[in-house]
């Protein structure tokens, strides 16, 4: 670390050093006197005037500069040097961008001819971490990946089944929530990749977003299709305010201009739906308004609603490795408590268990809410078998992180 700057401050040193700058006086002050000198001439005066006695200010130049009356008093002043120095380091300062240009440019084509080595031995070294991981938390990954996949065929074969109807009778909620639980599947995916590959607290992330995917179903399937229809029509909302943010910013971005055409679309679009809604449409949640007897309606209050907030906590908890906030560079479920000082910047086989089992309690949720919505022998026995499997899954998970905890503290007991 620092080499380039160490090797420039080096350079830097040579080139404005105590000799380097008195070569650049005794050039200026021959110039003065209309001698040019080269760097071989320079350098001759400049050795003799360092071999000078005490006292001495006259040097002999005679023979250096043959054909001129050369021998004069040399003086050099604060003002000389300060001088030299200050026009040498300019010098330096402009060159500095180019140093750093091209300098990048030969080291970027040295690590290019050895990518093909670095990164191969990088996914060896990743490969073998991930067996590690497989081999420790096999059971409860399979577990869940095994839930997923009931879950992946519990909608799928729900929609198969119902959507000709719903969309014959425009049931919105149906249309929303089929959605949200491919969204959710779609999710959970997300969590279980992270996972396996040891990105705990990514899959947490991931987990906050299913929550609220999960949560907004509820919230629809509870207060039905005039909900569902301003849930759908919000969109226009989120249109606008992107409309308007890329307007504002697209010059900065080297962007084209929006079309008027199209903004204007949008615009009206998103005016009818105000004057449809009202003025709360506008804000986030304003599709819930209504319903809350809120104008700004957050998250909170909707989790509230399907009374849910009992998982505010866990909630806040994951969006620490959301947001760029202080606790976020804190807290890490990859790391043991004990390790506070590690910077993890990387991958680790701890802290599957808390976004493991939130997936699947999330997907439990909204699989059970959407399953429930044409509630027969099938569905209530598919969602009987899923609460099952949910709860083998917190355990199975739950049980290996104890069991890494007790090995960690037997390693510190031989410390």
Request: charged fraction near 30%; hydrophobic fraction near 40%.
């Amino acid at each position: 670390m620092n080499t380039l700057q160490q090797e420039f401050d080096s350079i830097l040193h040579e080139r404005v050093g105590a000799r380097a700058v008195v070569e650049r006086i005794i050039k200026k002050k021959f110039g003065d006197a209309s001698i040019d000198l080269n760097q071989t001439q320079v350098q001759q005066i400049v050795n003799r005037i360092e071999n000078l006695r005490d006292g001495e200010t006259i040097v002999n130049t005679n023979d250096i500069v043959a054909g001129k009356d050369s021998e004069i008093s040399i003086v050099i002043d604060d003002e000389d040097i300060e001088t030299a120095i200050n026009s040498m380091t300019a010098a330096l300062r402009d060159e500095y961008p180019k140093i750093v240009e091209n300098t990048a440019e030969i080291l970027l084509k040295q690590i290019e001819r050895t990518a093909k080595t670095e990164v191969s031995g990088y996914r060896r070294d990743r490969k073998k971490f991930e067996r590690r991981l497989e081999k420790l938390w096999r059971l409860p990954l399979r577990l869940l990946e095994l839930f997923q996949l009931l879950v992946i065929e519990a909608g799928d074969e729900f929609n198969k089944n119902y959507r000709p109807a719903a969309s014959a009778s425009h049931d919105l909620v149906f249309d929303v929530l089929t959605r949200l639980h491919a969204r959710a599947c779609q999710i959970s995916s997300e969590v279980i990749v992270l996972l396996k590959a040891g990105l705990a607290d990514g899959g947490h992330a991931r987990w906050r977003t299913l929550h609220e995917v999960a949560i907004v179903a509820m919230f629809i399937e509870k207060h039905g299709q005039d909900v569902a229809d301003r849930y759908l029509s919000h969109a226009i909302v989120e249109s606008y305010k992107g409309v308007l943010q890329y307007r504002n910013h697209h010059d900065a971005l080297g962007l084209e201009p929006f079309p008027d055409d199209e903004f204007n679309a949008i615009q009206s679009e998103y005016q009818k739906a105000l004057t449809k809604f009202g003025a709360e449409f506008r804000s986030d949640y304003g599709w819930a308004s209504d319903i809350l007897k809120k104008k700004r309606p957050a998250f909170s209050d909707i989790e509230e609603n399907v009374n849910l907030e009992k998982w505010r906590g866990h909630y806040k908890m994951a969006s620490h490795n959301v947001h760029a906030n202080p606790k976020g560079i804190m807290f890490k479920l990859g790391l043991a408590p004990q390790e506070k000082s590690i910077l993890l910047a990387g991958v680790s086989t701890r802290g599957l268990a808390d976004p493991a089992h939130g997936t699947a309690l999330s997907l439990l949720q909204i699989t059970s809410t959407l399953l429930f919505t044409k509630r027969n022998l099938d569905t209530l026995v598919r969602c009987r078998i899923l609460m099952g499997l949910q709860r083998e899954i917190g355990e199975a998970f739950l049980k290996v992180h104890h069991e890494i905890e007790q090995y960690e503290s037997s390693l510190q007991a031989f410390e």
